[in-house]
C-alpha cells in the first residue's frame, strides 16, 4: 500500500495548519512532503514530482498565485487552493490560473478529502477521455446524446443552458468560474457579461431544480462560481 | 451675517424714526440695544460688533439732538453709546464662550461614547473568546492526558463534538468582527453587479446547508429571476447572518422562511421565524453593535445584524425588524433599483436537445 500511494505536495506555513494537513493526509492514504516557503515548494515540486499540491495562499515568500502560475506553467498536476472567507478575488484568480479547487478556511477534513478526490479523479481523467455519460442521482447527462434527463424524463435545454450544464458535468464536483463558463460558453469577449450568466443559470435551475432558490445539483459559491454537485 | 446685522440695525431706524417724537431719545436708545442684544446672541462676534458701531452712528445721526447731524449736545449720550458698544461686546463674547463650551461637552461625549463601546468590544469579545476557548482546550487536555485508558467512546465523541462546536462559534464571531471593522472604517467595498436576489439567496442556502441540515427552510421567489445590483458576496452574508440569527435564538422544530418580492423600484427580502421573537423596547435596539437579544444561555458580540445593517445601508437600502403576528420575528430588508437591468439577448429553444446531435 505505502509503495503505491500517492505523494502529495503541502505548501503551508503554519507549523500547526501544516500538522494537521499532514495528518489528514496520512489517515487516508497518502504520503506527504510539506513546504513552508514558495521557492521550496517549487524545489520540492521538481525533485518529487507529487500526484498533488495543497497550497495555501498566503506565503511569507510570495503569493499562493504566482506559485500556481509558476506549476502550472511546466504541469497538469492537480491543485487545491486553501484560502480564508473574504477573499474571493484571491481564490477567483488562484482558479483562472488553474488551480483545481479551493476550500476555505476553517475547512473539516470531509471536505478537504472529497475536493481531493474530485481533483485527483480530474487529472486522471484528462489523460484518458472524459466520460460521454454523467449521472448525480436522479440527473443524467449524456453528452454523447447531447441528452439530459431528470428521473428519467427528458429535459429540455436550449443551447446556451446545455452547454452550461455540460462544462459543469465535465467539471462535476469541481468548482468553475464566472470567467471560466462565459469563456466556454460563450466565447473570450464575454468574460465581462457575468448577467448572460446568471439569467441562463437561473432559467437552468428552473428547469433541473424543484426550488430554485435551493439548488440541490448546481450550486452558486457567491463571487467565485458555480459548481455541480456529485451526489 | 453681517449683512444680517446691518439689516437688523437698519430695520430699527426705520421703525424707530417715525416714532421719534413720541417715544424720545432714552427709549429709542433702549431699541438699538434689544436690537444689538438680538444680533449678539444670534449671529457670531463680528456681526454684533459691527451691530453696536451702526447702532451708535445711526443713533447719533437720526435721533440724538441736533437730528441729521454726527454732533451731540447733550454729553450724557456719550453713555448711551459706551452702552450699545458694551452690550456688543459683553453679550457676543458670553454666547461665544457658551458655545465653546456646548461643543467641548458635545466632543466629550463623543469621546465617552467611543470609550464605553470600546470597553464593551473588549468586554463581549474576550467573554465570547474566553469560553469557547476554555470547552475547547478543556475537552482537548482531557483527551490528550487522559487517553484512551479512561474516556470511554461516548465521552470521547461528546468531547470531540463541543470542541468542534466551540471552534465554530469562535470562527463565526472572528469573522463577524472582521466584517463589523469593514463596515465601521468606511472599508465596506461594494462591488454591484447584476444577479437575480434568488441566486444570493441560495448561495447563503448553500453555505449554510450543514447548519441547516435538521431545520424546515421554506423560501419563495418569483419567477422572473430578476436582477438586482448589488454586491453578490456581501448580500449573501446579510442573509448567513439573519439565518444565523434565526438559528441561535429559535428552537430547533421553529421553520425559517425566506421571501423575495422585487419589481422596477426595487426588492425586498423577508426573513422570518416562529421564535420568540422581540421584547417590548427591544426592535428599536437590535441593529445597533453589541446588542443582543436578552436570552440566557446563548453567546454572541451581538455583532451579527449591525453588520447585516452596515451592508443593507452600504447599498442604499433599509432593514427593519418586527414581531410577527402570531409569534416570531420578522425581519424586512429594502432595495431600492435605481437603474433599469441591462438586457440579456434572449434564446431560441431548441426543438429537442436530443434530435441536435
Redesign the interface.
Given at each position: 500500500m505505502t509503495d503505491t500511494s500517492l505523494l502529495a505536495l503541502v505548501v503551508e506555513d503554519d507549523p500547526s495548519m501544516a500538522r494537521f494537513l499532514r495528518a489528514t493526509l496520512e489517515g487516508n492514504g497518502f504520503r506527504v512532503v510539506s513546504a513552508s516557503l514558495a521557492r521550496e515548494a517549487l524545489a520540492l515540486f521538481t525533485s518529487h514530482n507529487p500526484a498533488i499540491v495543497l497550497l495555501d495562499m498566503g506565503l511569507p515568500d510570495g503569493d499562493g498565485l504566482s506559485v500556481t502560475k509558476q506549476l502550472r506553467a511546466s504541469s497538469g498536476v492537480p491543485i487545491v487552493i486553501l484560502s480564508a472567507r473574504g477573499r474571493e478575488a484571491e481564490k477567483v484568480e488562484a482558479l483562472d490560473a488553474g488551480a483545481d479547487d479551493y476550500v476555505t478556511k476553517p475547512f473539516g477534513t470531509n471536505e478537504l478529502v472529497a475536493r481531493i478526490r474530485v481533483a485527483l479523479r480530474h487529472a486522471a481523467r484528462e489523460e484518458s477521455a472524459a466520460p460521454e455519460r454523467v449521472v448525480v442521482g436522479p440527473l443524467v447527462i449524456d453528452r454523447d446524446k447531447r441528452l439530459v434527463t431528470l428521473d428519467g424524463n427528458v429535459i429540455r435545454l436550449t443551447p446556451i443552458e446545455y452547454k452550461m450544464l455540460a462544462l459543469l458535468a465535465k467539471h462535476l464536483g469541481k468548482v468553475v468560474t464566472h470567467k471560466q463558463m462565459l469563456t466556454e460558453v460563450w466565447g473570450p469577449s464575454y468574460t465581462q457579461q457575468t448577467h448572460y450568466l446568471r439569467v441562463h443559470m437561473a432559467e437552468l435551475r428552473r428547469k433541473l431544480e424543484t426550488q430554485a432558490a435551493r439548488p440541490r445539483f448546481v450550486t452558486t459559491e457567491a463571487g467565485v462560481g458555480y459548481r455541480l454537485r456529485e451526489s | 451675517m453681517s449683512l444680517l446685522a446691518t439689516a437688523a440695525v437698519i430695520a430699527t431706524t426705520v421703525i424707530a424714526y417715525p416714532l421719534a417724537d413720541m417715544l424720545g431719545v432714552e427709549a429709542i436708545a433702549m431699541l438699538y440695544l434689544l436690537a444689538i442684544m438680538v444680533v449678539a446672541l444670534r449671529l457670531a462676534r463680528g456681526p454684533a460688533f459691527l451691530a453696536a458701531g451702526l447702532s451708535v452712528a445711526m443713533f447719533d445721526y437720526f435721533f440724538v439732538p441736533p437730528r441729521l447731524t454726527f454732533a451731540v449736545k447733550d454729553p450724557r449720550h456719550w453713555l448711551s453709546f459706551a452702552a450699545m458698544i458694551a452690550v456688543g461686546v459683553v453679550v457676543s463674547t458670553l454666547v461665544l464662550r457658551m458655545r465653546t463650551q456646548a461643543e467641548e461637552a458635545q466632543r466629550s461625549r463623543l469621546i465617552a461614547r467611543t470609550e464605553e463601546l470600546r470597553s464593551a468590544l473588549l468586554s463581549a469579545v474576550s467573554h465570547d473568546l474566553r469560553t469557547p476557548l476554555a470547552t475547547i482546550t478543556g475537552a482537548a487536555t482531557r483527551l490528550r492526558d487522559d487517553g484512551r485508558a479512561q474516556v470511554d467512546a461516548e465521552e470521547a465523541r461528546a468531547l470531540i463534538g463541543s470542541i468542534c462546536d466551540e471552534?465554530e462559534h469562535l470562527?463565526l464571531l472572528l469573522?463577524n468582527l472582521?466584517?463589523m471593522t469593514r463596515v465601521e472604517s468606511g472599508m465596506l467595498d461594494v462591488r454591484r453587479?447584476?444577479?437575480?436576489v434568488?441566486?444570493?439567496?441560495?448561495?447563503?442556502?448553500?453555505?449554510m446547508e450543514q447548519r441547516l441540515r435538521d431545520r424546515v427552510?421554506e423560501?419563495r421567489?418569483p419567477?422572473d429571476?430578476r436582477?438586482a445590483a448589488v454586491d453578490?458576496?456581501l448580500f449573501?452574508q446579510v442573509i448567513v447572518n439573519l439565518l444565523e440569527n434565526a438559528l441561535k435564538y429559535t428552537p430547533p422544530e421553529s421553520p425559517i422562511e425566506?421571501e423575495?418580492v422585487g419589481d422596477e423600484s426595487g426588492f425586498r427580502v423577508v426573513v422570518q421565524d416562529r421564535g420568540p421573537g422581540f421584547e417590548e423596547g427591544q426592535i428599536e435596539r437590535i441593529f445597533e453593535k453589541f446588542v443582543r437579544g436578552s436570552h440566557v444561555g446563548i453567546s454572541g458580540a451581538g455583532l451579527g445584524l449591525a453588520i447585516c445593517r452596515g451592508i443593507v445601508e452600504a447599498h442604499g437600502g433599509t432593514i427593519s425588524a418586527a414581531n410577527r403576528s402570531g409569534g416570531g420575528a420578522l425581519f424586512t430588508i429594502q432595495v431600492p433599483q435605481r437603474e433599469s437591468?441591462?438586457l440579456?439577448?434572449s434564446?431560441?429553444?431548441?426543438s429537442?436537445?436530443?434530435e441536435?446531435?
Amino acid at each position: 500500500m505505502t509503495d503505491t500511494s500517492l505523494l502529495a505536495l503541502v505548501v503551508e506555513d503554519d507549523p500547526s495548519m501544516a500538522r494537521f494537513l499532514r495528518a489528514t493526509l496520512e489517515g487516508n492514504g497518502f504520503r506527504v512532503v510539506s513546504a513552508s516557503l514558495a521557492r521550496e515548494a517549487l524545489a520540492l515540486f521538481t525533485s518529487h514530482n507529487p500526484a498533488i499540491v495543497l497550497l495555501d495562499m498566503g506565503l511569507p515568500d510570495g503569493d499562493g498565485l504566482s506559485v500556481t502560475k509558476q506549476l502550472r506553467a511546466s504541469s497538469g498536476v492537480p491543485i487545491v487552493i486553501l484560502s480564508a472567507r473574504g477573499r474571493e478575488a484571491e481564490k477567483v484568480e488562484a482558479l483562472d490560473a488553474g488551480a483545481d479547487d479551493y476550500v476555505t478556511k476553517p475547512f473539516g477534513t470531509n471536505e478537504l478529502v472529497a475536493r481531493i478526490r474530485v481533483a485527483l479523479r480530474h487529472a486522471a481523467r484528462e489523460e484518458s477521455a472524459a466520460p460521454e455519460r454523467v449521472v448525480v442521482g436522479p440527473l443524467v447527462i449524456d453528452r454523447d446524446k447531447r441528452l439530459v434527463t431528470l428521473d428519467g424524463n427528458v429535459i429540455r435545454l436550449t443551447p446556451i443552458e446545455y452547454k452550461m450544464l455540460a462544462l459543469l458535468a465535465k467539471h462535476l464536483g469541481k468548482v468553475v468560474t464566472h470567467k471560466q463558463m462565459l469563456t466556454e460558453v460563450w466565447g473570450p469577449s464575454y468574460t465581462q457579461q457575468t448577467h448572460y450568466l446568471r439569467v441562463h443559470m437561473a432559467e437552468l435551475r428552473r428547469k433541473l431544480e424543484t426550488q430554485a432558490a435551493r439548488p440541490r445539483f448546481v450550486t452558486t459559491e457567491a463571487g467565485v462560481g458555480y459548481r455541480l454537485r456529485e451526489s | 451675517m453681517s449683512l444680517l446685522a446691518t439689516a437688523a440695525v437698519i430695520a430699527t431706524t426705520v421703525i424707530a424714526y417715525p416714532l421719534a417724537d413720541m417715544l424720545g431719545v432714552e427709549a429709542i436708545a433702549m431699541l438699538y440695544l434689544l436690537a444689538i442684544m438680538v444680533v449678539a446672541l444670534r449671529l457670531a462676534r463680528g456681526p454684533a460688533f459691527l451691530a453696536a458701531g451702526l447702532s451708535v452712528a445711526m443713533f447719533d445721526y437720526f435721533f440724538v439732538p441736533p437730528r441729521l447731524t454726527f454732533a451731540v449736545k447733550d454729553p450724557r449720550h456719550w453713555l448711551s453709546f459706551a452702552a450699545m458698544i458694551a452690550v456688543g461686546v459683553v453679550v457676543s463674547t458670553l454666547v461665544l464662550r457658551m458655545r465653546t463650551q456646548a461643543e467641548e461637552a458635545q466632543r466629550s461625549r463623543l469621546i465617552a461614547r467611543t470609550e464605553e463601546l470600546r470597553s464593551a468590544l473588549l468586554s463581549a469579545v474576550s467573554h465570547d473568546l474566553r469560553t469557547p476557548l476554555a470547552t475547547i482546550t478543556g475537552a482537548a487536555t482531557r483527551l490528550r492526558d487522559d487517553g484512551r485508558a479512561q474516556v470511554d467512546a461516548e465521552e470521547a465523541r461528546a468531547l470531540i463534538g463541543s470542541i468542534c462546536d466551540e471552534a465554530e462559534h469562535l470562527e463565526l464571531l472572528l469573522t463577524n468582527l472582521l466584517d463589523m471593522t469593514r463596515v465601521e472604517s468606511g472599508m465596506l467595498d461594494v462591488r454591484r453587479e447584476w444577479v437575480p436576489v434568488e441566486e444570493i439567496v441560495g448561495a447563503a442556502l448553500t453555505r449554510m446547508e450543514q447548519r441547516l441540515r435538521d431545520r424546515v427552510v421554506e423560501v419563495r421567489a418569483p419567477d422572473d429571476a430578476r436582477l438586482a445590483a448589488v454586491d453578490p458576496v456581501l448580500f449573501a452574508q446579510v442573509i448567513v447572518n439573519l439565518l444565523e440569527n434565526a438559528l441561535k435564538y429559535t428552537p430547533p422544530e421553529s421553520p425559517i422562511e425566506i421571501e423575495v418580492v422585487g419589481d422596477e423600484s426595487g426588492f425586498r427580502v423577508v426573513v422570518q421565524d416562529r421564535g420568540p421573537g422581540f421584547e417590548e423596547g427591544q426592535i428599536e435596539r437590535i441593529f445597533e453593535k453589541f446588542v443582543r437579544g436578552s436570552h440566557v444561555g446563548i453567546s454572541g458580540a451581538g455583532l451579527g445584524l449591525a453588520i447585516c445593517r452596515g451592508i443593507v445601508e452600504a447599498h442604499g437600502g433599509t432593514i427593519s425588524a418586527a414581531n410577527r403576528s402570531g409569534g416570531g420575528a420578522l425581519f424586512t430588508i429594502q432595495v431600492p433599483q435605481r437603474e433599469s437591468p441591462p438586457l440579456v439577448p434572449s434564446e431560441v429553444l431548441e426543438s429537442n436537445a436530443s434530435e441536435a446531435a
